[in-house]
């Protein structure tokens, strides 16, 4: 491939440091300052293949097409996602092309005509996560057939990393390793990499003191680190926003809203929508909302005093698992894709969040703790006034409701501590197995 990308210290803008390195060096951080690195793609050299009519064009072509490696959303973008991997060693399950379902009753519930919801859940481990760890997986793939001795891939997380990096790993045939809080994972957030055969670690400690560890592990063992420092997954994860504007006919949506914890995610969206700028296929951007659990907030912190510098917080427990994270690594990226895109950032309490998805749910949407986040703060840009009644707004669902079962059961049972009264709770009628009964019951439902 004639397309080329590298490794860039994020920090540039503020700093001035120039460090540009190649994507096959098993770097992290920037060797110069310690900042976060990021992709940078030779635009020259894109822009001169095609105008962004030609990339619409080739794009459409691809979408969810039946030649591999292209089926995959993010592999059928392989020149501005990652044109360092030789299409021989791409790792890929499929993930990607996920709907943009228009969720008419719920945006007419909300007063709002076109609310679209990206069902980034829909994928291979349940989660958006997929589409960065295939990037990141194929390359570590490579690297190795290139002769490099890498042992395993490993990273410390409690759900949804694990799962994807744990599927990748083994559908590649490399070791992976999950480095895990004992005691504080569930079963649900545990089997996924059982099964797919990862060695997994249980730690008598928390996920800073994981995070610490596989740091460790990664500097002096070779093992190659996964988590989401590593701007390989941005790449991936930079497609939604592509995706997006493609399956609107090209058109940019007025909103996205994104449920933020580390702030990759958004970091990634920002970076999906500035390619589309820098390609032509776009010509403006769409404003963004990061939405946090309040239970973790230090984005909405900062946003509340301007953008104020990132004071990490302790963060409390959230029924929004994923996004519990008090300390962003992705905090200075996030910051400046909204400042890009014009951004706000909103927060939900536990009960606001439930609520959120359990009154999407009733429209016919299963949507998890984090994607009721984004949904709760959907809400508050409509009573703001933000989001207007003839706005397109896109809701970024992150991960299958089904993952969160125990948040659903323990929503309409009553049983959440911190969701006293909820307002849409469903509960079984327990009847004797009688016609007379039962009719009754039906009738009443039917409120005769
Ligand atoms: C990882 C994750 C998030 C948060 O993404 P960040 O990049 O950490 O902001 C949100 N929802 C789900 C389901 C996730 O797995
Ligand atoms: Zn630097």
Redesign the pocket.
Known sequence: MSYSAAFRCASRDDTGCATVLPLDQVVYRCPTCGGLLEVVHDLAALRAAHDGAGWRALFDERWRATRWPHDSGVWGKHEVVAPHVRTEHVVSMHEGGTHLMWATRYGRDLGVEQVHVKQC?VSHTG???DLGMTVLVSTVNQMIADGRAIPAIACAST???SAALAAYAAAAGIRAIVILPRGKISTAQLVQPLANGAQVLALDTDFDGCMRIVQELAANDGVYLAN?MNSLRLEG?KTVAMEIVQQLGWEVPDWVI???????????LGAGFQLLLDLGIITRRPRICVAQAAHASPLYQSYRRDFAPLEPVAARTTL?S??Q?GN?V?FGKAVRALRACDGVVEEATEAELADAAARADRTGLFA?P??GVALAALEKLIARGLVRPEHRAVVIS??SGLKFADFKVGYHEGTLAEVPAPRWRNVPEELPADYGAVRDAVRRGLGA
Not at 258 to 268: E, F, Q, R, T, W
């Open positions: 859940g989660s958006f996560k759900g949804d990393t989401s994860q994104i449920p933020g914890g580390n702030l990759g995610n958004v970091s990634a929004a994923a996004i994270i962003p992705s998890c984090h994607t992150t991960a």
